[in-house]
């Protein structure tokens, strides 16, 4: 059993920068593929990114290219996401996934991912 706790989402203006946090309560974490999702109001859950295991490979949504960044800590059990030039299209409750697979490939389908978050709130205003 995994468990995943998020943290950073705020309230922030377009333009500027966030730092999503998913904190994993087992060592075991480093070795799950890991994605961040999102769910904006009145909208399905959607891939952000994704970043393997087995060679810290990422892999983004069009939306996220160029602007978001996955990275890992393995020594933290932790993954961010580095948000920046926010828009008010990303407001959403972002979530993060992991699931123990394949550890060269990321999966965008969320019912691939066996441990969720609890989700953190991310607002953009215009």
């Known amino acids: 059993q995994v468990q995943l706790v998020e943290s950073g989402g705020a309230l922030v203006q377009a333009g500027g920068s966030l730092r999503l946090s998913c904190a994993a309560s087992r060592r075991t974490f480093n070795n799950y593929a890991v994605a961040w999702f999102r769910q904006g109001p009145g909208k399905e859950r959607e891939f952000v990114a994704g970043?393997?295991?087995?060679?810290?490979?990422?892999y983004y949504a069009d939306s996220a290219k160029g602007r978001f960044t996955i990275s890992r800590d393995s020594a933290k059990n932790t993954v961010y996401l580095q948000m920046n030039s926010l828009k008010p299209e990303d407001t959403a409750v972002y979530y993060c996934?992991?699931?123990?697979?394949?550890?060269?490939?990321?999966?965008?389908?969320?019912?691939?991912?066996?441990?969720w978050g609890q989700g953190t709130q991310v607002t953009v205003s215009s």
């Open positions: 996934a992991a699931r123990r697979a394949d550890p060269y490939n990321i999966v965008v389908l969320n019912t691939a991912y066996d441990y």
């Open positions: 970043i393997t295991w087995g060679n810290f490979s990422t």
